[in-house]
């Protein structure tokens, strides 16, 4: 049996994942990270990005995060994130309208705060069609 380590996901509305894993791509602010079983301890940043955790029977669950914390212990890593969701729970049509609805905003230079907005829910979208991708190529191995 593959040495493992508990991971779990949670963002400010739920928890998203709970299990053993035998390995977690994150991306931090530095690059992105693998973590091991067995990894030392460690805090950091995350940005937005994907997360993948492979399970114990080699399948790979991806997420879309837009930023957070990443915790490692001896035998529990936990991501403490803004937001998150599983690739296969994104909704394309909604990540869409709300990309161009960011770009709009942002093309018609609007006032700052509103720039801001939409410069932080394009990033956020943009993780998510990136994950949606990824699901795609996976499923076509």
């Known amino acids: 049996m593959a040495s493992t380590f508990r991971c779990d996901i949670v963002s400010a509305e739920e928890e998203i994942f709970r299990g053993d894993a035998t390995m977690l791509v994150a991306t931090g602010e530095m690059g992105e990270l693998g973590i091991a079983p067995k990894h030392a301890p460690l805090i950091t940043r995350l940005k937005p990005g994907k997360i993948l955790v492979t399970l ?4 790979q669950l991806d997420f879309a995060v837009t930023g957070g ?3 490692v212990q001896p035998q529990v890593v ?3 994130a803004d937001t998150a969701i599983r690739a296969q729970d994104i909704d394309e049509a909604a990540v869409r309208a709300a990309k161009e609805e960011a770009e709009r905003i942002l093309a018609r230079r609007a006032e700052p705060m509103e720039v801001a907005e939409a410069q932080a829910r394009l990033a956020e979208v943009t993780v998510q069609l990136q994950a949606l991708e990824r699901l795609r190529r996976n499923m076509k191995h």
């Open 56 to 59: 114990p029977n080699g399948d």
């Open 69 to 71: 914390i990443l915790e």
């Open 78 to 80: 936990t991501i403490l």
